[in-house]
């Protein structure tokens, strides 16, 4: 960047920053003593020398700052030309679709985007400001149920029974392992601790429920809810209990 000291002298600047806001161009005065210039306030008006001391420019006090060039208001740099619109070079408008306006503010409704183009300057939507937006329709959707209740009306007391396992840090006589098994109908709930959670011991455990169920209540339990562990990690068990003609409903893998 130029500035003109003098009228046959200019001050070449280097490493300068261009802030489009900034209406006046700011000289470090640490800057221009590295460069051989100093501050000589001694005499009126102000000026800037050389170390030799020979002229190098006045400093001109204007609006209670310190000038080197003044450039007054009715001579406008080139590089901050202020482009004023009017009717004649004013900015086109923006045309979008009314999908693109729903996007670009947030999907806000057809009543929003009506008010906008009445409201603001540069706006305008072609078709009707109606959109079907994906987004809008999936952040609405309720979550439905889509598999039958595995609870059928009318079900007798110890005919589904669910069967879930918790493991625990080994406690009193080594166990480690609790199975809970849950009545659907009446919500009763059995609950065997094992100190292996082993194929055998699960076959004991339900031996024991089961010869409780039918000696104690008169019951057979004719279907029980589990997850993968008994039909497909543990499948011993799970042909243990379809022996005794009863159904295993499984859990979604994964689940």
């Known amino acids: 960047m130029t500035i003109r000291l003098i009228r046959t002298r200019a001050l070449l600047l280097e490493d300068v920053a261009y802030c489009p806001r900034l209406l006046t161009t700011l000289v470090s005065l640490r800057q221009l003593r590295r460069k051989g210039l100093y501050w000589d306030n001694r005499h009126n008006p102000t000026t800037l020398r050389w170390l030799d001391r020979t002229f190098a420019c006045p400093i001109q006090d ?33 045309t979008g679709e009314a999908i693109r306006w729903h996007s670009r503010l947030g999907h ?23 959109v079907e937006c994906d987004a809008c329709g999936l952040s609405k959707v309720k979550r439905q149920v889509r598999r039958a209740p595995r609870q059928q009306p009318g079900q007798a007391t110890g005919e589904r029974i669910a069967v ?14 609790q199975m809970l098994l849950t009545c659907r109908a009446t919500g009763y709930i059995w609950d065997y601790y094992l ?6 011991a699960i076959i004991t455990a339900f031996k024991a429920f089961l010869g409780h169920m039918e000696r104690q209540h008169s019951l057979e339990v004719r279907v029980i809810e589990c997850d993968n562990e008994i039909t497909e990690v543990k499948p011993k068990v799970g042909d243990f209990l379809r022996d005794r003609v009863i159904i295993l409903e499984p859990s979604a893998p994964h689940t």
């Open 62 to 94: 204007i609006y209670g700052q310190y000038v080197i060039e003044y450039q007054p208001a009715a001579i406008t740099p080139a590089a901050l030309t202020a482009h004023k619109f009017n009717s004649y070079t004013k900015r086109a408008p923006l």
């Open 108 to 130: 806000p409704g057809p009543q929003a985007l009506e008010h906008l183009v009445s409201a603001s300057q540069g706006v305008r939507i072609r078709g009707p400001t109606t």
């Open 164 to 177: 879930d396992f918790h493991d625990y840090e080994e406690g009193i006589d080594g166990y480690t392992s």
């Open 195 to 200: 100190t292996a959670r082993s194929a055998d």
